[in-house]
Structure formats: structure tokens, C-alpha cells
């Protein structure tokens, strides 16, 4: 499969917890996107990589971070985890480092905090 | 800030019948507007874009800056048009996409 891949597919954790969600983007593709998905939320923009290095900042708490590979994989890395942070967690990825360039999404990560 | 308005959180029709899913947007300059899709245990992806002024799987939408709207259209209604609909905003200063809530279409006979 040489879509967008994202692991895990569901994480259950406890509150207070430390979690990193993994995503690779297509072949050839160079910028990573991340998104938050909470519920009756639309997709929340967390932050974009492009080719290792950060492009755009969304709404990314300062609690989550994340971090560009040289082999283009990104992940995403949530501390102090608090109820609210239950949601989903896309990733997508596009050929270049517009926004508007078409983004390919994968499965999503699902993410529950008790 | 820019912002995306999708009004209807479901929006049901007969098969057959005509479709109007509502997008509205705030921004005062020139934006790029998308349609984003998700069909049942399947990913979001790429619908329409407003550039392209193409019709695709029967959809179109056109962007109307008066009313500063994206309503995706289709005239006849088919049961594969089921899915999640997602309206996105583009203004090239934010450098990211902003999404709408989404609206769920259901086409029944």
C-alpha cells in the first residue's frame, strides 16, 4: 500500500500519559500534515512538516509536539494527556508544501484518554 | 480568522432528487475553496476544488463571493453519494487549511 499509513489504529491511555502517534506519508510525497478530529468538530489544523522542516502552526497545544524524519515519516507526541484530548488524529501528506495542493489522507489514529 | 460555516449536520434525500450541500466562509480576500469527501470505511479525500471549476462524479460548486459561499450541487441524487461531506477554506496568508463541520448526506429510495 503506498497511501498514507498511520499506527496505531486505536490507543487507550490514562490521563496524565504520553502517547506518539506515527504517520507515513505516500511515496514521494514531502509535506506531512496533522489533524485533530474531536467530536461534532471539524478538522482541527495542528501543524505541517515540509521535506524535516516545520511550515505552518495551527492550533497545536503546547502539551503536543512533533517532528519530521529524514525519511519523511512524522509523529506526533502528546504529553499530559487530559480527557479532552480523546479524538482523532489524521495525518495527510501532499507532494509540496502548499496547503492547497491536494492532501491525501490516511486512516487515523483514535485516540481515548481515561 | 478564517472561518467555514457548514450549516447542516445531515441532510437527506430521495434518490433522484436534487442535492444542495451549504458552505459558507469567512474571509474578505480572495480564497480557495475545497470539498473534501468521506465515503463509508473509506479515507477523506479530495473532491472538488473551486480553480479547477470542473464537475466531478456529477458534483459541482460554485463559488459565489457576494454571499461568500461554496454550496456543492448535484442535480440528481444517486445512493453511492452517501458521505460525509467536508467544505474547506484555503486564504494563502494562514498557509493551512480550515475545515468546515461537515454534513452528512443520505440518499434513500
Known amino acids: 500500500d503506498s497511501g498514507v499509513t498511520q499506527t496505531p489504529k486505536h490507543l487507550i491511555t490514562a490521563t496524565g500519559q504520553r502517547v506518539t502517534l506515527r504517520c507515513s506519508p505516500r511515496s514521494g510525497d514531502l509535506s506531512v500534515y496533522w489533524y485533530q478530529q474531536s467530536l461534532d468538530q471539524g478538522l482541527q489544523f495542528l501543524i505541517q512538516y515540509y521535506n524535516g522542516e516545520e511550515r505552518a502552526k495551527g492550533n497545536i497545544l503546547e502539551r503536543f509536539s512533533a517532528q519530521q524524519f529524514p525519511d519523511l515519516h512524522s509523529e506526533l507526541n502528546l504529553s499530559s494527556l487530559e480527557l479532552g484530548d480523546s479524538a482523532l488524529y489524521f495525518c495527510a501528506s501532499s507532494a509540496g508544501p502548499q496547503p492547497t495542493n491536494e492532501q491525501f489522507f490516511g486512516p487515523g489514529t483514535r485516540l481515548t484518554v481515561l | 480568522a478564517q472561518r467555514v460555516t457548514q450549516p447542516e449536520k445531515l441532510l437527506s434525500v430521495f434518490k433522484g432528487a436534487p442535492v444542495e450541500l451549504k458552505c459558507n466562509y469567512s474571509?474578505?480576500?480572495?480564497?480557495?475553496l475545497f470539498w473534501y469527501v468521506q465515503y463509508s470505511r473509506q479515507r477523506l479525500q479530495l473532491l472538488l476544488r473551486?480553480?479547477s471549476r470542473e464537475s466531478i462524479k456529477g458534483f459541482t460548486a460554485d463559488l459565489n463571493k457576494g454571499e461568500t459561499s461554496f454550496h456543492l450541487k448535484k442535480p440528481f441524487a444517486q445512493e453511492e453519494d452517501s458521505a460525509m461531506y467536508y467544505c474547506?477554506?484555503?486564504?494563502?496568508?494562514?498557509?493551512?487549511?480550515?475545515f468546515g463541520t461537515g454534513t452528512r448526506l443520505q440518499v434513500t429510495l
Open positions: 473551486h480553480i
Open positions: 474547506a477554506l484555503n486564504t494563502g496568508t494562514a498557509s493551512k487549511l480550515t
Open positions: 474571509y474578505s480576500g480572495s480564497p480557495e
